[in-house]
């Protein structure tokens, strides 16, 4: 997806095990297929999986991850990812790696979940328990920006997008839907912890239900408002109701969300339009539920 991207297979994640973590170094590795962008993921065995950046920035979370995902891990009611290894660069590749305990689920389908009430109920659970999170010395998000500040460049996307016919977005309903969201009350409270990334590809259902939040590479603090992208990025309408309700959350947090929701979705559509269609596909999806639901404040 990037040109400057490291060489990453399976023939270097075997080197890195058995020059590091030797007692693991009999067991297979097979590459996880993921639409993921920032780390490639290798199961390791049955129990484990090998995740490697991707970029810098990437890399520049595997320390925060090991210091962070332990302590927040007891105070949550789905399972999130176990660091039981820390990587050094060798055989070429430039950065800290992790080992994680493998987390078993299936990603959630936008569209085919079979209990969505229940996922929305879920959800809300799990991102209230996360905003309760002691925030004290925790890192920023990487998304703990205000929306005015990612105007221009949420502007910038909607100009690219809407001169590409492949992209086939409707730029002045999409500008229309941003501008109610500048207008929002801007959040006034402390910030908190947010995971700031809750999309399918980092949610494990089992039987329809929560299990497991991955990912958690832009978490950090921020408002709260980022953390519910998840209304659009997964729920279906109809259960949108309830997982705002839940979450207690008033009309300029609401609307404030759909502007968060909006900005990421057309920035990673217009990123990834050429090198990653399920990415797309899914920003695609995000923009769609957001115009049917209109930009009002309510």
Known sequence: MRADEPDIDAALVRALIAGQFPQWAGLPVERVDSA????AMYRLGADLVVRLPRTPGAAGD???????????????????????GMGRPAEGYPWSWSVFGWVPG????????????LL???????????HRADPVDAPASYRSETLAARD????????????????RLDARAVTALWEAALRAEPWSGPPVWIHADLQPGNLLLADGRLAAVIDFGCAGLGEPAVDLIAAWYV???????????????????WTRARGWALSIALMELNYYQETNPVMAAIARHVIGELLADGPGQD
Do not use: C, K, Y
């Open 62 to 84: 595997v320390a925060m991850e090991h210091l962070w995902l332990p302590r927040l891990a007891p105070g949550l009611p789905a399972a999130i990812p176990a660091p039981v």
């Open 120 to 130: 929305a109920g879920d959800l809300a659970e799990f991102v209230s328990a996360l």
């Open 106 to 117: 299936e990603n959630p389908v936008p569209g085919g979940i079979a209990e969505p009430d």
């Open 235 to 253: 729920l279906p309408s109809a259960a949108r109701p309830a997982f705002r309700a839940a979450l207690d959350a008033d009309g300029a947090m």
């Open 36 to 39: 993921g962008t920032s780390n």
């Open 152 to 167: 221009a460049a949420t502007r910038t996307a909607i100009a690219e997008l809407g001169a590409s016919p492949d992209a």
